[in-house]
T-cell receptor, first 118, second 111 residues
Framework: GAGVSQSPSNKVTEKGKDVELRCDPI?????LYWYRQRLGQGLEFLIY????????KSGLPSDRFSAERTGESVSTLTIQRTQQEDSAVYLC????????????????FGAGTRLSVL | DAKTTQPNSMESNEEEPVHLPCNHS???????IHWYRQLPSQGPEYVIHGLTSNVNNRMASLAIAEDRKSSTLILHRATLRDAAVYYC????????????FGTGTRLTIIP
């Protein structure tokens, strides 16, 4: 079946503009995650959605960052008034379960959106 | 999640076995050991996970020390496609859903 799909694959924007990044999770996956990866570094957690529960926003670096998800479908990550330090690859992942299976939960990642802020 | 320690980089010859080590001396009894890898210009992909016993799947094997303070990911016959950054991650049933990635081990395969 189809994997996690992210769009656009590349985005170049000017400092101060807003951008929206999209993630289509694997069908039926209740959990969705956003991560950021700066050049040459590991992944940083941004936000996590699980079903209709309140999202875990603990990784969002500033109030310029926000994300939405409707039900168990598409999610959008919005960055307002972009800064040069926002340049990174933004990765989305989805997984199928939680609770007692948390420790075994496998996350499936998209290829990411490479954001360049000029 | 407990911390893991991996070498920054390793090299291996093509078609040879590769042993990627991971230390996790503060692992708790409920922590599972997960391995992901990230190929160039791609998102991470799941490789394998285990709790106490050694595990095998089509991609790799996971050898877990008896005291669980270390583990080794084994690629039985490396190919050029296995060149990637490999991440060792601990996950428990009571922590957050997020994966905490360290810097991983960059594996280079020599033709």
């Amino acid at each position: 079946g189809a994997g996690v799909s992210q769009s656009p694959s590349n985005k170049v924007t000017e400092k101060g503009k807003d951008v929206e990044l999209r993630c289509d999770p694997i069908s039926g996956h209740t959990a969705l995650y956003w991560y950021r990866q700066r050049l040459g570094q590991g992944l940083e957690f941004l936000i996590y959605f699980q079903g209709n529960s309140a999202p875990d926003k603990s990784g969002l670096p500033s109030d310029r960052f926000s994300a939405e998800r409707t039900g168990e479908s598409v999610s959008t990550l919005t960055i307002q008034r972009t800064q040069q330090e926002d340049s990174a690859v933004y990765l989305c992942a989805s997984s199928s379960g939680t609770g007692i299976k948390l420790a075994k939960n496998i996350q499936y990642f998209g290829a990411g959106t490479r954001l360049s802020v000029l | 999640d407990a911390k893991t320690t991996q070498p920054n980089s390793m090299e291996s010859n093509e078609e040879e076995p590769v042993h990627l080590p991971c230390n996790h001396s503060t692992i708790s009894g409920t922590d599972y050991i997960h391995w992901y890898r990230q190929l160039p210009s791609q998102g991470p992909e799941y490789v394998i996970h285990g709790l106490t016993s050694n595990v095998n799947n089509r991609m790799a094997s996971l050898a877990i020390a008896e005291d669980r303070k270390s583990s080794t990911l084994i690629l039985h016959r490396a190919t050029l496609r296995d060149a990637a950054v490999y991440y060792c991650i601990l996950r428990d049933n009571f922590g957050n859903e997020k994966l905490t990635f360290g810097t991983g081990t960059r594996l280079t395969i020599i033709p």
